[in-house]
């Protein structure tokens, strides 16, 4: 149960998943939660999404692994993790200490790795899982997972066999057509689809003539990218009938409420994180300053006004349920 922060105003329910605002973070840029404690108390986030999380420890890539570019940031960190047991025994108690619900970005290289992942993590304390499928399928010659809706299906297939949580598939923009994905994840039993993953860039240093980042490709994320994830959104919030959690260069209430207006249920914060620890409250409060504007009661309301038919037709968050 969530506490009722905000009179149960910003209450949403993510497939199951009750959340105390419609806010949660983006995996990668808030580590595991623990590391923003003197900044921000977990329990005003409607959920803390983990970064990246795989069966065993990851190094991560060689080489400069971040670079600021306008209006934004590339990163190629290399989903670098110590691992689901690491993550069991050391990290999910610190954060079972929380009222917050705790999602899960998990990665592996293969249908029956994802699977493992998920089975290791089906535990108290998580609450949901987020699949990563930007990884290379290393059982078919390194396709990302992500691009090939056969593909994509398979890893989610696999992930709910080996859970009873909540399963987000996280979509990459880097495909030709995202609302075949959606539809692909969705038919193969995702309960929610996050979106959307980082732009794939590049930054050359002009005077090394090199690239700058040791992978020389890196995601892209940041405030460059909204119009995009936007997009994104609200083309596949028509195509689908669960929900969304967009994200993608959110620095501000206004820009989250974007997001919900284009069709996403909830939202995630990532990049504003490393330049205001506490952003995820603050754009809460705006969002309740905005209901205020609209005369709305709770955020479900505004969910989609913007599509064309003028709603997405999903299930509110009863507020007699918060506590």
């Known amino acids: 149960m969530v506490k009722a922060l905000y009179d149960g105003r910003?209450?949403?329910?993510?497939?199951?998943?009750?959340?105390a605002t419609p806010v949660t973070t983006g995996s990668g840029t808030f580590g595991f939660g623990l590391e923003f404690t003197d900044f921000l108390d977990l329990e005003k986030v409607g959920a803390v999404t983990v970064k990246g999380t795989s069966l065993e420890p990851a190094a991560g890539n060689k080489g400069q692994r971040?670079?600021?570019?306008?209006?934004g940031m590339l990163n190629c960190?290399?989903?670098?993790?110590?691992?689901?047991?690491?993550?069991?025994?050391?990290t999910l108690p610190e954060l079972k200490k929380y009222n917050v619900p705790v999602i899960v970005n998990i990665y592996g290289h293969s249908p029956e790795e994802y699977g493992a992942v998920a089975k290791k993590l089906d535990v108290d304390g998580v609450d949901a899982v987020e699949i990563n499928i930007s990884c290379p399928n290393v059982k078919e010659g390194g396709i990302v997972f992500g691009t090939v809706p056969e593909a994509a299906a398979e890893v989610v297939r696999a992930v709910k066999a080996n859970t009873s949580k909540m399963v987000i598939a996280k979509l990459s923009p880097n495909v030709t057509d995202i609302v075949v994905m959606a539809k692909a994840v969705e038919a193969?039993?995702?309960?929610?689809?996050?979106m959307i993953n980082t732009l794939l860039g590049t930054k050359i240093d002009i005077e090394r003539q090199r690239p700058v980042l040791g992978n020389v490709t890196g995601g892209l994320s940041g405030p460059a990218v909204r119009p995009v994830a936007v997009r994104l959104v609200y083309q596949?919030?028509?195509?689908?009938?669960?929900?969304?959690?967009?994200m993608g260069g959110i620095m501000c209430a206004e820009d989250a409420i974007e997001f919900m207006l284009a069709g996403?249920?909830?939202?995630?914060?990532?990049?504003?994180n490393f330049v205001q620890p506490d952003i995820a409250e603050t754009i809460a409060h705006?969002?309740?300053?905005?209901?205020?504007?609209?005369?709305?009661?709770?955020?479900?309301?505004?969910?989609?006004l913007a599509l064309p038919n003028g709603k997405k037709s999903m299930?509110?968050?009863?507020?007699?349920?918060?506590?």
């Open 10 to 19: 910003l209450a949403v329910d993510i497939a199951g998943v009750k959340m």
């Open 66 to 71: 971040a670079v600021e570019t306008p209006s």
């Open 77 to 90: 960190i290399g989903l670098e993790n110590p691992g689901s047991e690491y993550f069991l025994e050391h």
């Open 188 to 194: 193969a039993g995702a309960d929610a689809i996050s």
């Open 236 to 246: 596949v919030a028509q195509a689908v009938h669960i929900p969304i959690i967009g």
């Open 264 to 272: 996403a249920s909830a939202v995630a914060v990532g990049t504003a």
């Open 286 to 304: 705006g969002m309740l300053a905005y209901l205020d504007r609209h005369n709305a009661q709770n955020i479900s309301e505004i969910v989609g």
């Open 315 to 323: 299930p509110l968050f009863n507020v007699n349920d918060a506590v």
